[in-house]
């Protein structure tokens, strides 16, 4: 009996003994370590696939910057269940705001991304990783990061004045070792910093990326375009006609004959420079929140806009006591986020050659352009340049409608006051609460929303 | 020699008297109350003499007694029994098991303890106060039951999780729930469930069936819980199944039906009077200065009020039924002197009281204990159950059924002429997005568990006083889940989706090692002197595999498994893992059960933290002093007086990620192609929760225990929180798991026990706990963080707190409300938020009452909670006082109001709560403290009278004991909530959400029969 015991105490001492290692230290399934994810030039180019995926983010294209944009402005009016939405709709967005509260860590997202890719790339050590690769990389990853500061400068900064000193904070170094204890707790710079930065970024993309049309990423004339859209913010319009004029003459794009075909697609058309792409496994959330929750209805002013016979005012449908928007019909949810398409480009080269020629008609050709496609008669001309502008809005509104452009041309135009009612102050949207809070004092909030 | 002579003469003049009077051969039947047996070698004495019997194995003694003199029956575990004879030659006795509660065993980490001799804070609950509860799962019957421990459900779902805070909200991360362990083996108790239904979590406990469990003790103060280290910081709950006793076999069979109700529906208006409020809105809306394009509803919508025929559909009564609950169990337990068994086969059904819900679970349990060799025992604990849970979507989901039916529109039918699902879209309610009663019947969420728990130990006797237990644990799961989106959904007509689809699966294998030496020596003069330590180590480990697949478009709604959707639309699988590595020691000593003191420590090493700080180390301490030992208050009325203090240090690694503490890139895509991006930020710094508690306890007793009192005062201090740290946006975060604050409970928690009446044909038994706790948060790294839109965490203020727009009641001139504009700006909206209240109750307890007279016993349960707001955001919709959302242009409330909607505002000088109606939203703000309430109450949770019969007419059919029962669950509640039930949380299982209502399943009522019959 005495030796079974000890048999069996050797064995229970054994177990005893069983070291902890394996069990303290399981690998993670489904993820990597993120000091080791930048490591070749597959990576760098999963990475930068990444910067695309974190694009189509709820918060950012995959719906509401583009609609909460015209939520606040007069396209679109809010039936549902969110008081963040309610109150972009009010037009009293609080520093509370749930969206843009969200957004921003979102879109700092992408540019963390991109800060990875630009700071890693050029030192990769892969010798099957070529220049030219890693040129084009570079040239997306920096075409992103413009694309992205200056989508943050546009609603959190005062964008539409380069002497302001409510720019964004500027990080452009990847977060060291992914390690929140060293996120650096930076101010704002002013808006001339902001746009300094996403100059050299749109330019040097433009550098490196010449022969890569790919409508699906940030290619040549995406960065082109971006540029001739910050160039046109800025008022710099001889310039913006320049980078608008060329990727219309020299780009591989037209303006497709029937505006349905726009959006009844699940693929870039002949239309599309820029398109943040989703298909059913990979869904954003139009149909979603447009259709089947049937929250971002249209406003009836929208609809009082369009001129009889225009092929875009049937871009609509109407049941269950209101109408949508029919821009993003498939309801898995694959319709592109048209970023940029060459009908914005043309009003863009039409209110860049006014301006720099100040000559009311200088854009009239373009303008009718886009207007003709939709079935309606040319303009004759304008008087002034004032009665350009008011044409220019109205011809933006209908073709542009539930693309994310109403609010900044009225912004850009100071009509926030006339068109929506709304104090001047709320030309810019409030820095996030939790965003102050964690700053301890170092980030200011907008003027005017000091108090609410 | 004079003494011997002495006693002789007294025996023999004893012997003369005895015989001179006369005597008569009485006898009967002793049985025990607690399971109405007959109870062998009872000592039957003739008081005041030497002359007794023993009862035999039935029970049964004979003895010669004189009229006038007194039998005394006496038992150890059972009360002293004195009767006087009179000329009866029968009598049956019932012996009461002694009121001495505190000389029970108790289990205790790794081991038992006399309850006597316990240092720390441990709370008892009794298995037949378990079995008798006709509820799902054990964590349900535990409310009220114990001081200091807070139980609630969150919802009525049949099967749904509960929530347990032991001593307050110890922990903010999602799991603030205590840790299970059954027969030694830590249980998962989380809600595997990938299935999306709202907030109603699935329950784990639920595969235990309540009728296998002995005991329940719950560690509520760290010296107690400091044995589990890492995973004590809020409380332990240890479940102690039955197990066989050596003798003849028993067999138990216990059944029950009944029906369940829920426990209160709310009155809403009729047709008549929705029409007549709406007309008044518009008339208070005119005469306000609003311009409208019409004057009444009728005009508008085409129904009157005056109209007698009108559709009238009670929507609650649409949605809830009276469902059937039924219970059956059957064990057989037995054993010789080397091996005794104990094994049960049970089943559960309950419907829920919502059509569309139920959970049914079949389990069966082995237990095994053999005394293989001399110096070696040998057990095993197997338990395998299966569940099915049915649920639909719940609570704020945009197709729950509770929250559709919420403000539904009285004109509506259920159905239309045709025999199909009325839309509400052809009727005049906002709110309700689709037919409820479609929901409910069509919409499919099955919840399939299969669990396996089993563990077999072995334990050495080394030498004398020296013993080894091993044991090895195994708690397996497979959960399937699978719902269905019907084709006729409004949800799948507008994504066009042709019925929707999903499955999936999870499987959870866990295994624990544990082994841990025990030793035990007394030493000195008379003994005085008891040591006992224990030391081992345990060894757990987890992994969990998930798969899910989503289909859709379905040839029809008859079928609804994945193979006949036309496209697959997603499909993944994932897994993760994760280890803890544990040492531990505990000492115990003893000084002539005068000095007690305990003293424990636990290493843990977890694997989900980063190698600098993976290792926390929990040491605890504690004495007691027993009073009543000392000679003046030997031979008093005091029977215990001791008093107990201990102190202690325990952690928590639950409720966050597996791999919180490093930085990942995660995979997604972008067309198609794979993708990398950031997904956590890396915090090397990351270690243990640790809640470091005080504990200051007495213990009372008087009157040979028969009146006993227990009292604690605590103050609980947990550091290092564990919880999402909000972090600059520019990295492209908006938080990572942190350690990033300090909250403190402190209470004080209450408890006495007495036989009230002990002898006699009727007793009557008592206890009643209270506790007293607040919560408070002492820093946090970054202060008042808004939670969501209706809560806060900030310093100062306890967990649960309640950030909303804020109103000074109704202007009786205007009838409007007198909205805070707290910033200013002229606009009401989530920038005027501020604090309004909290979730936590000021006090809590529980009155449990048990009767006996004759073969009839009663057992009375109450709880209470008082103090407690509740968010009530279900009467935003139903009390909308006719506020339009789509504009004046046609009037479109979110539908109906309830009935006391008939105290608002409607004439100047009217002085009420409630506003005046109106189309506009001028009175309404869905997150506003008009919505907030008082959610205290007063519930009879329990009421159970059954009737023994006695043991001589059921052995005539065979049978060893025969009780029949009936029993009400919920019978009263006492409250002022308006809501549907005041037991609700709609965020179940975090607490910094709790108290909000909002489309919950609620509470019900059930009356059952049932038996228990003993062979």
């Known amino acids: 009996m005495l030796a079974n015991m000890k048999k069996l105490l050797f064995i229970l001492l054994a177990v005893f003994t069983i070291q902890s290692c394996d069990i303290l230290e399981p690998d993670p399934l489904t993820a990597l370590d993120a000091n080791a994810a930048l490591v070749d030039g597959t990576s760098a180019n999963a990475i930068l696939l990444g910067a695309y995926s974190r694009m189509q983010n709820i918060n950012y294209y995959g719906l509401e910057y583009v609609l909460n944009n015209d939520l606040i402005a007069d396209n679109a009016r809010y039936q549902g269940f969110f008081d963040s939405q309610l109150e972009i709709d009010q037009r009293a967005v609080p520093f509370t705001n749930l969206w843009i509260t969200q957004a921003w860590p979102n879109i700092y997202r992408v540019i963390n991304i991109t800060n990875l890719l630009i700071t890693g790339v050029p030192d990769l050590e892969d010798g099957t990783f070529s220049q030219a690769a890693r040129n084009r990389v570079l040239g997306e990853a920096h075409a992103i990061r413009a694309l992205a500061y200056f989508d943050l400068l546009r609603i959190y900064g005062e964008f539409f004045n380069e002497s302001s000193s409510f720019g964004m904070p500027l990080l452009i170094e990847p977060i060291e070792n992914n390690d929140f204890n060293r996120i650096p707790n930076l101010s704002r710079s002013t808006v001339a910093q902001v746009y300094a930065q996403v100059m050299s970024d749109v330019d040097a993309a433009v550098d490196l990326l010449p022969g890569f049309n790919d409508r699906g990423r940030m290619n040549f004339w995406a960065a082109l375009s971006l540029r001739a859209r910050i160039q046109l913010y800025r008022g710099n319009y001889t310039e913006a006609f320049q980078d608008a004029n060329r990727v219309i003459s020299e780009g591989p794009f037209q303006l497709l004959d029937n505006v349905r075909d726009i959006y009844a697609t699940l693929t870039p058309t002949a239309e599309s420079i820029f398109d943040v792409e989703f298909n059913d496994q990979d869904q954003s959330s139009f149909n979603t929140y447009i259709v089947r929750r049937d929250e971002y209805n249209v406003d009836p002013s929208l609809l009082e806009a369009f001129e009889d016979g225009d092929a875009r005012a049937d871009l609509f449908t109407f049941s269950r006591n209101s109408f949508r928007s029919d821009k993003y019909p498939d309801n898995n949810n694959g319709n592109n986020t048209k970023v940029f398409r060459l009908a914005e480009i043309y009003f863009i080269r039409a209110e860049a050659a006014v301006f720099t020629n100040n000559d009311p008609n200088a854009g009239l050709a373009d303008l009718n352009t886009v207007r003709t496609r939709a079935g309606l008669e040319p303009l004759s001309g304008f008087a002034s340049t004032d009665a350009f502008v008011d044409a220019l809005l109205q011809e933006r509104r209908v073709e542009l409608n539930y693309e994310g452009h109403r609010f900044f041309d009225l912004v850009r135009y100071n009509r926030i006051g006339t068109v929506l009612g709304m104090p001047d102050f709320r030309k810019v949207w409030p820095i996030p609460r939790d965003e102050l809070l964690v700053s301890q004092g170092v980030l200011v909030q907008n003027p005017g929303y000091e108090t609410l | ?1015």
């Open chain 2, 1 to 1015: 020699m004079m003494k011997r002579l002495l006693v002789t003469c007294v025996i023999l003049m004893i012997s003369i008297s005895v015989a001179m009077s006369q005597t008569t051969n009485v006898r009967g039947v002793v049985t025990s109350s607690e399971d109405n047996l007959p109870l062998p070698g009872v000592n039957v004495l003739v008081k005041g003499t030497t002359s007794g019997t023993v009862t035999d194995l039935d029970g049964n003694f004979s003895i010669q007694v004189a009229q006038g003199q007194t039998l005394v029956f006496s038992f150890v575990g059972y009360d002293t029994q004195e009767i006087l004879v009179g000329n009866q030659t029968n009598l049956n006795v019932l012996l009461m098991i002694d009121a001495r509660t505190m000389n029970e065993v108790v289990v205790v980490g790794y081991g038992t303890q006399s309850r006597r001799d316990l240092t720390g804070s441990v709370g008892s609950v009794r298995g037949e106060d378990i079995n008798r509860m006709p509820v799902a799962s054990v964590d349900n019957a535990l409310q009220g039951r114990a001081a200091g421990v807070f139980v609630q459900s969150p919802s009525g779902t049949p099967g749904a999780g509960i929530t347990m805070q032991i001593r307050g909200n110890t922990s903010l991360s999602a799991s603030s729930q205590p840790l299970y362990v059954i027969d030694g083996i830590p249980m998962i108790s989380e809600d595997l469930s990938g299935l999306f239904s709202g907030g109603q979590a699935t329950n784990s406990l639920a595969d235990i069936n309540p009728a296998d469990i002995e005991s329940i003790e719950i560690l509520k103060d760290a010296s107690a819980a400091a044995i589990y280290g890492s995973r004590g910081a809020n409380g332990v709950v240890l479940i102690t199944t039955k197990r066989g006793k050596s003798g003849d076999a028993k067999i138990d069979i216990n059944g029950f039906y009944g029906f369940q109700r829920i426990t209160n529906e709310i009155d809403m208006h009729s047709s008549s009077e929705f029409l007549s409020l709406m007309n008044d809105a518009i008339r208070q809306d005119l005469r306000a200065g609003v311009q409208l394009p019409y004057d009444n509803i009728t005009d508008v919508w085409g129904f009157s009020p005056d109209d007698p025929d009108l559709q009238n559909t009670r929507w609650f009564r649409e949605i809830f039924r009276d469902a059937p609950i039924q219970s059956y169990d059957v064990a057989i337990s037995g054993g010789n002197e080397k091996t005794q068994y104990y094994t049960s086969l049970a089943y559960f059904n309950q419907d829920g009281v919502q059509i569309g819900t139920g959970f049914e679970r079949v389990s069966a349990r082995l237990n095994v204990d053999t005394q293989a060799k001399k110096w070696l025992k040998v057990g095993t604990s197997m338990n395998l159950s299966r569940t099915v849970q049915d649920r639909t979507i719940n609570d704020n989901s945009l197709y729950g059924v509770v929250i559709n039916t919420l403000a539904g529109d009285p004109l509506m039918p259920v159905r239309e002429a045709d025999g199909s699902y009325a839309d509400p879209f052809d009727y005049f309610g906002w709110w309700m997005l689709d037919n409820p009663v479609l929901i409910a019947e069509n919409y499919h969420r099955f919840t399939r568990t299969v669990r396996g728990l089993a563990n077999t130990y072995a334990e050495a006797t080394l030498a004398p006083g020296l013993t080894l237990r091993s044991t090895l644990g195994i708690d397996y799961t497979y959960l399937e889940d699978e719902s269905y989106t019907p084709i006729i959904s409004r949800e799948s007509v507008n994504g066009n989706f042709n019925g929707f689809g999903t499955f999936g699966s999870t499987q959870d294998f866990t295994w624990i090692a544990e082994n841990y030496l025990n030793y035990t020596k007394s030493f000195g003069a008379d003994n005085r002197h008891n040591i006992s330590a224990l030391l081992g180590t345990s060894y757990q480990a987890s992994s969990r595999t998930f798969s899910s697949i989503s289909a859709q478009n379905f040839p029809s709604d008859q079928f609804t498994k994945l193979s006949v959707a036309g496209r697959v639309t997603s499909a993944s699988t994932s897994g993760t893992d994760w280890g803890l590595a544990s040492y531990f020691f505990r000492g115990n000593y003893n000084y002539a059960d005068k000095f007690l003191a305990t003293f424990t420590v636990r290493a843990d090493g977890s694997s989900r933290f980063g190698d600098n700080f993976r290792f926390g180390i929990f040491p605890s301490g504690s004495v007691a002093y027993r009073l009543s030992e000392e000679e003046f208050l030997r031979n008093t009325a005091v029977s215990d007086l001791k008093f107990r203090a201990s102190y202690g240090v325990v952690g928590n690694q639950d409720g966050i990620g597996n791999f919180a503490s490093r930085g990942l890139f995660g995979v997604s895509a972008y067309r198609l192609a794979p993708t990398l991006t950031p997904a956590q930020l890396s915090n090397a710094n990351l270690t243990w929760e640790s809640t470091e508690q005080w504990n200051m306890g007495i213990d009372f007793g008087v009157l040979n225990d028969r009146i006993t009192f227990t009292g604690d005062y605590f103050v609980k201090t947990t550091t290092d929180l564990l919880l999402n740290r909000p972090i600059p946006g520019i990295s492209g975060f908006s938080s990572v798991i942190d350690n990033i604050g300090k909250v403190e409970n402190r209470g004080l928690e209450l408890g006495i026990r007495g036989a009230i009446l002990a002898s006699g044909p009727f007793t009557w038994s008592s206890a009643f706990n209270i506790s007293w706790i607040r919560n408070k948060v002492l820093e946090l790294v970054i202060d008042e963080q808004v939670l969501s839109d209706s809560h806060i965490l900030a310093v100062g203020h306890p967990i649960g707190t309640f950030f909303l727009i804020d109103q000074e009641g109704v202007d009786p001139e205007t009838g409007n409300m007198r909205w805070v504009d707290l910033n200013g700006d002229g606009v009401i909206n989530s920038g005027d938020r501020r604090i309004v209240g909290n979730s936590q109750p000021d006090f809590f307890g529980g009155w449990d009452n048990n009767f006996r007279y004759k073969g009839f016993d009663l057992n009375v349960l109450f709880n209470f909670i008082v103090g407690n707001q509740i968010f009530n955001h279900s009467r935003a919709t139903y009390e909308n006082l006719g506020w339009s959302r789509l504009g004046l242009g046609f009037p479109l409330p979110d539908g109906n109001n309830h009935r006391l909607a008939d105290n608002r505002w409607m004439e100047p000088g009217d002085v009420t709560d409630i506003p005046r109606a109106s189309l506009t939203n001028v009175n309404w703000r869905e997150y506003s403290s008009r919505w907030l309430e008082d959610g205290s109450f007063l519930r009879l949770r329990m009421i159970n009278l059954g009737y023994n019969f006695t043991p001589q007419r059921v052995e005539r059919i065979g049978v060893r004991s025969l009780r029949v029962f009936v029993q009400a669950q919920n019978l009263l509640t006492w409250t002022r909530y308006t809501g549907l039930d005041p037991e609700v949380s709609q965020n179940a299982r975090d607490p910094r959400l709790a108290g909000s209502d909002f489309g919950t399943f609620p509470q019900t009522r059930s009356v059952s029969l049932g038996f228990n019959i003993g062979l």
